[in-house]
């Protein structure tokens, strides 16, 4: 079994926002899995909406959020949730389906068909979708006399091994801690089948670094040059790619898995003083804006072009299963065995 690494993003109980002070009943608590450059981008601008109104962001690993949040139910000092998995979502609603208050006042008509069926209960709404990309130090990859992938069969070639374990130049997050390593185990799985699917992450073991904790620490290795290859979401990959000549973004013919993310109030915090005030602006204005800097890839009928340098106008799409269903989900992490 090959060690996991915990990113730096993902620090348990950490307080990102500039306020880091010990959440006081009038805060209004955030509980999120979005990286750094988000956060503070989301903090800034919330900040400058809502200058007398105390809000902090708490940073949680993807896993962790919805196991906190679970756990906690409904004593949880958690307002609004954000960047929270699907199928978490729908983990924490299972376990208590009055968790989360229910959103049908907003108007969801403001998201693209595609993605509108995601969300028929109305207890969360889509903050994001987000696409799988690969990075690439082309560096590395040139003192190993080894060439840039062009599909998933190119990933196992032997090019991209060490001389030992746990020494090749490919490093990819652990499905069971990160969405982004479960969006690319599930849409390999989708496309190849049980058999053949589990048996690619078998040959892809051979080639790996490590399986990281944090779904952004691959990108930042390949930056360091502590890696080749990284398996990683699309719009950070293109995000590094734009401040380090080095590495280069590689997207397959073949299609990109994606994963969405939510966004939601636990239910009977609604009526906490700025609570709503501050979700409604994320819901209607703030999730939009971020999205293009961030999170381009299209979930709103009027959302704008990517700000991102460089990144694909067009994106093939990996046919991911079961993208909301929890119990899919927990079958296939049940089968991973790194």
Not at 285 to 291: H, I, R
């Amino acid at each position: 079994m090959k060690k996991l690494l915990l990113g730096s993003a993902i620090i348990a109980g950490a307080l990102v926002s500039i306020s880091l002070t010990s959440c006081g009943s009038n805060e209004i608590i955030i509980y999120t899995a979005a990286e750094d450059e988000r956060i503070e981008y989301l903090d800034k601008e919330i900040k400058a909406k809502f200058p007398q109104t105390p809000v902090v962001f708490q940073a949680l690993g993807t896993g962790e959020m919805a196991t906190r949040l679970q756990s906690e139910d409904i004593y949880t000092k958690c307002d609004i949730f954000y960047d929270l998995e699907i199928t978490n979502a729908e983990i924490i609603l299972n376990k208590n389906k009055d968790m989360f208050y229910d959103l049908s006042e907003y108007n969801f008509d403001i998201y693209e068909d595609s993605v509108k069926t995601y969300m028929s209960k109305k207890k969360y709404a889509l903050n994001s979708k987000v696409y799988n990309g690969f990075l690439v130090n082309k560096e590395v990859l040139t003192a190993k006399g080894a060439s840039i992938p062009t599909s998933y069969n190119d990933l196992l070639k032997s090019e991209y091994r060490g001389s030992q374990n746990n020494s090749g130049i490919v490093v990819m997050p652990n499905p069971k801690s990160s969405g982004t390593g479960y969006c690319l185990y599930n849409g390999i799985y989708s496309k190849l089948g049980e058999t053949a699917g589990l048996k690619y992450f078998d040959d892809l073991n051979l080639n790996i670094k490590e399986f990281t904790t944090s779904g952004s620490a691959p990108v930042k290795s390949v930056d360091r040059g502590d890696a080749g290859i990284a398996a990683g979401m699309l719009w950070q990959c293109c995000t590094y790619a734009n401040k380090n000549d080095k590495l280069q973004v590689v997207t397959f013919e073949e299609g990109m898995p994606f994963n969405l993310f939510t966004m939601g109030i636990v239910n009977t915090h609604e009526t906490k003083a700025g609570v709503k005030e501050v979700f409604e602006y994320l819901f209607n204005d703030l999730n939009k804006a971020q999205n293009e800097y961030f999170n381009p890839d299209k979930i709103y009928k009027t959302q704008g072009a990517a700000k991102i340098e460089g990144y694909p106008t067009t994106i093939n799409e990996l046919q991911c299963n079961g993208v909301s269903d929890y119990q899919y989900k927990q079958n296939l992490l049940d089968k991973w065995k790194f």
